[in-house]
């Protein structure tokens, strides 16, 4: 999965465990802040009132999650299968 990072966004580990509200604050403002660790992205905090994903059905969130386990698993469903 590829993803586009707002450098406004990013905060490290270490920030996150000092600063958490600061945290907060930037999610609140952007929708997301991400965690580095080992500067890599390690972690997003999201703001759940403004993530579309969260305003999916418990059905459509199941079936996102059965996509994605399909499609990484689909040779061993299709040993299964035989």
Same mark, same amino acid.
């Given at each position: 999965?590829?993803?586009?990072?707002?450098?406004?966004?990013?905060?490290?580990?270490?920030?996150?465990?000092?600063?958490?509200?600061?945290?907060?604050?930037?999610?609140?403002?952007?929708?997301?802040?991400?965690?580095? %660790?080992?500067?890599?992205?390690?972690?997003?905090?999201?703001?759940?009132?403004?993530?579309?994903? @969260?305003?999916?059905?418990?059905?459509? %969130?199941?079936?996102?999650?059965?996509?994605?386990?399909? %499609?990484?698993?689909?040779?061993? @469903?299709?040993?299964?299968?035989?």
């Amino acid at each position: 999965m590829n993803m586009t990072i707002n450098t406004n966004t990013i905060v490290s580990a270490t920030e996150a465990n000092q600063n958490f509200s600061r945290v907060a604050r930037i999610a609140d403002t952007h929708g997301q802040a991400v965690i580095f %660790k080992n500067n890599r992205p390690k972690y997003i905090l999201v703001d759940v009132d403004s993530t579309p994903y @969260f305003e999916m059905t418990d059905d459509e %969130k199941i079936d996102v999650v059965a996509a994605r386990i399909l %499609k990484e698993h689909r040779a061993a @469903f299709e040993e299964l299968a035989k």
